[in-house]
Structures are given as structure tokens and as C-alpha cells.
């Protein structure tokens, strides 16, 4: 089997951002051997600028919104409860269907990004830290949008024997650049 190529993504300032939700997918998560079903939120900043599109993601446990008495709440309470703009009940949170998780696609929140620190190999990444509800509805994400220097960095793309042809037959050098006159023998060294 082909495995994906990994993909870096630029990285963008620790701020505020508006994103939209667009895709939740079932996934697997494993940690030290342990492995647990997950939803992974797939998140695009769509505040217009030179961000504009950017993805960040987000795994959290496959569990319904409901609230934790104790520790940390869930992923899908703090995005649910972030879109519906009020924290949700248990009985909000016991009533969420797959239909209703489906139905977040598409809607709008503002959420806090943050960078990692360097990991052994130098790398860093983008974090979401916490969920907030928008402000204000902005234009659904347009794909046409996004700014070429917000795409991930990939492999430069091998010009065509066709592009290496065309390159090699494009004068570098203008009439203006070249020295038109008479010479006379004396002139040239030897």
C-alpha cells in the first residue's frame, strides 16, 4: 500500500482565529500501544488575509458532548457547545445524534492557535488550544480563495523536458544590453 506523503504546513501566529468546520471523520488514535476510536475535526481559518484557508486539525475521544463532572471536557462538547453558542447541558449533550455531529460541518467558531515548541528534529506545529462561538457569520470558505503561500510545502515540481526546451531557447539578454558597431582588427587581443 501507498503511504500518504506528509505535508507541512506553514506556520501562522498565536492569535484568535474564525474557522469553519469542514469534515469530522471517524479515526483511530494510538498512544503508548493503547488504541481508541476518535473523531478527527478538520478546521479552515476563513478570516480573509493571508492565512485564508489555512487547515489545523483536531482529535478528540468518540464520545457524545456531554460535560465531564470531573477533568477535562470533551473535544466534541467544547466544539458543539462553542457552535451552539452556550455551554450544552448533559441533556443536550445525551440528546447529540451522528446526525447532529454531521451537521456541525459547515458552521463557524473562533478558536486559539498557538505554537509547539521545537521538537528534537527543529520542527514546530500549530496547536488549538481552546474553542470559542464566532461573533459574527462570515462568507463560507471558498476554495478559490486561498492564497498560493498558505498551501503546504511539497516536493518542488520537476520541470518538463518540454519547460527545460522552452527555457533554454529564452534570451536572457535584451537589444538594449548588446553593443552594435564597427571593430577594427587593432581592436581585438590576441
Do not use: C
Not at 451522528?98 to 467558531?109: C, D, V
Request: hydrophobic residues 35%; negative net charge.
Amino acid at each position: 500500500m501507498k503511504v500518504p506523503e506528509k505535508k507541512d504546513w506553514p506556520l501562522i501566529p498565536e492569535d484568535v482565529y474564525q474557522v469553519e468546520i469542514t469534515d469530522i471523520a471517524e479515526d483511530v488514535s494510538e498512544f503508548k500501544g493503547e488504541k481508541k476510536e476518535v473523531f478527527k475535526f478538520e478546521f479552515t481559518l476563513i478570516e480573509p488575509g493571508p492565512h485564508y484557508g489555512r487547515k489545523l486539525w483536531r482529535r478528540g475521544v468518540r464520545t457524545s458532548p456531554i460535560p465531564y463532572k470531573s477533568g477535562k471536557n470533551p473535544l466534541t462538547w467544547k466544539v458543539a457547545s462553542a457552535v451552539a453558542k452556550h455551554p450544552l447541558t448533559e441533556e443536550e449533550g445525551k440528546a447529540y445524534t451522528i446526525a447532529m455531529m454531521n451537521g456541525l460541518i459547515g458552521k463557524q467558531l473562533r478558536v486559539t492557535v498557538s505554537v509547539s515548541e521545537p521538537k528534537s528534529d527543529g520542527k514546530q506545529h500549530n496547536n488549538i488550544d481552546s474553542f470559542m462561538m464566532a461573533k459574527q457569520v462570515l462568507p463560507p470558505f471558498d476554495e478559490k480563495k486561498v492564497p498560493h503561500d498558505n498551501l503546504p510545502a511539497a516536493a518542488p515540481a520537476k520541470p518538463t523536458p518540454a519547460q527545460i526546451v522552452e527555457q533554454a531557447g529564452v534570451s536572457r539578454l535584451s537589444p538594449e544590453d548588446i553593443e552594435f558597431g564597427e571593430m577594427d582588427e587593432a581592436d581585438i587581443p590576441l
